[in-house]
């Protein structure tokens, strides 16, 4: 078991006075078996009428309004304290229709699983990558896990503060990218691969999220018979354990920014953006 307090602020210096629209946040944990809130709050300054739900993908969602009062600056402040429960088994248990590849879910599995199959061509570049990948096992465990060592080797970590995410040949041409570009380069092949998959974002507990202001983190899924959905942290090169805390997972990677919203004004020149993350044992 492992218990962390998580400390997420996002502050936005507009440099002239606007108008806050509705936001969305998306900063509290995937709660389940596995992970569990014992505490958590979530504040707004200036103050903001907040209502919560489920998404699409169960996601939990904040959404947040402000009255008509122009401000210069907005702070969003989320703690909360998680536990997560470890699993005691050392590699997931399959079932046997996807134990090796090429494979095939079953029907209602495929039925299920539709939306997060759909993959569109990449290129010569990736296609080859991808091919001698699936070349070099049968099964289908280390084939995920040589795609996860594949990403972490051959691509150089580089921290990216601009919007999105980089496709997935612009990563393997580049050889640089961010955990987010590394997370939807494995979703996208693994899709390729005819797994079902998904890009989740969330919080991974080093040292350097304890000792000084980190970042959220970024990660695939792929569901796996028997086993559910299971992470891979290319990243990190590792399996997603007891350090990862999913937030947000979804089809596509720009659909679940922590903090999105709207504004009516003109922005000033000094306006600054400042986001603060902290994964602390406790």
Same mark, same amino acid.
């Given at each position: 078991m492992q218990r962390f307090r998580i400390f997420h602020q996002t502050e936005y210096n507009y440099g002239n006075k606007v108008l806050l629209g509705p936001h969305k946040i998306l900063v509290r944990p995937r709660d389940g078996h596995d992970i569990r809130i014992e505490k958590s709050r979530l504040e707004f300054d200036p103050p903001a009428l907040v209502s919560w739900h489920r998404d699409e993908l169960d996601n939990s969602v904040a959404l947040a309004t402000f009255d008509e009062t122009p401000v210069t600056?907005?702070?969003?402040?989320?703690?909360?304290?998680?536990?997560?429960?470890?699993?005691?088994?050392?590699?997931?248990?399959?079932?046997?229709?996807?134990? =090796?590849?090429?494979?095939? !879910?079953?029907?209602? #599995?495929?039925?299920? $699983? /539709?939306?997060?199959?759909?993959?569109?061509?990449?290129?010569?570049?990736?296609?080859?990558?991808?091919?001698?990948?699936?070349?070099?096992?049968?099964?289908?465990?280390?084939?995920?896990?040589?795609?996860?060592?594949?990403?972490?080797?051959?691509?150089?970590?580089?921290?990216?503060?601009?919007?999105?995410?980089?496709?997935?040949?612009?990563?393997?041409?580049?050889?640089?990218?961010?955990?987010?570009?590394?997370?939807?380069?494995?979703?996208?092949?693994?899709?390729?691969?005819?797994?079902?998959? =998904?890009?989740?974002?969330? !919080?991974?507990?080093? #040292?350097?999220?304890? $000792? /000084?202001?980190?970042?959220?983190?970024a990660w695939a899924e792929v569901y796996l018979p028997g086993a559910g959905w299971t992470g891979f942290d290319p990243t990190c090169n590792v399996m997603t354990a007891e350090n990862h805390v999913p937030v947000a997972v979804a089809l596509l990677p720009d659909d679940i920014p922590p903090v999105s919203g709207l504004f009516t004004g003109h922005v000033g020149e000094s306006q600054i953006m400042t986001v603060r993350v902290n994964v602390n044992l406790c």
């Amino acid at each position: 078991m492992q218990r962390f307090r998580i400390f997420h602020q996002t502050e936005y210096n507009y440099g002239n006075k606007v108008l806050l629209g509705p936001h969305k946040i998306l900063v509290r944990p995937r709660d389940g078996h596995d992970i569990r809130i014992e505490k958590s709050r979530l504040e707004f300054d200036p103050p903001a009428l907040v209502s919560w739900h489920r998404d699409e993908l169960d996601n939990s969602v904040a959404l947040a309004t402000f009255d008509e009062t122009p401000v210069t600056r907005l702070v969003i402040t989320s703690e909360v304290v998680v536990t997560h429960y470890l699993s005691s088994r050392t590699e997931p248990p399959l079932l046997d229709h996807i134990r =090796r590849i090429p494979f095939a !879910y079953t029907a209602a #599995e495929a039925l299920a $699983l /539709g939306a997060y199959r759909n993959s569109s061509a990449q290129g010569a570049e990736f296609d080859n990558w991808l091919g001698e990948l699936m070349t070099g096992t049968a099964d289908t465990l280390q084939f995920l896990q040589d795609l996860n060592k594949a990403i972490n080797t051959s691509c150089n970590y580089q921290e990216r503060h601009e919007e999105g995410v980089q496709a997935p040949e612009q990563t393997l041409a580049t050889l640089t990218g961010s955990c987010r570009d590394y997370a939807w380069l494995y979703v996208v092949a693994a899709r390729q691969a005819g797994f079902a998959a =998904r890009f989740v974002s969330g !919080y991974f507990h080093t #040292e350097g999220t304890s $000792l /000084g202001d980190g970042h959220t983190h970024a990660w695939a899924e792929v569901y796996l018979p028997g086993a559910g959905w299971t992470g891979f942290d290319p990243t990190c090169n590792v399996m997603t354990a007891e350090n990862h805390v999913p937030v947000a997972v979804a089809l596509l990677p720009d659909d679940i920014p922590p903090v999105s919203g709207l504004f009516t004004g003109h922005v000033g020149e000094s306006q600054i953006m400042t986001v603060r993350v902290n994964v602390n044992l406790c």
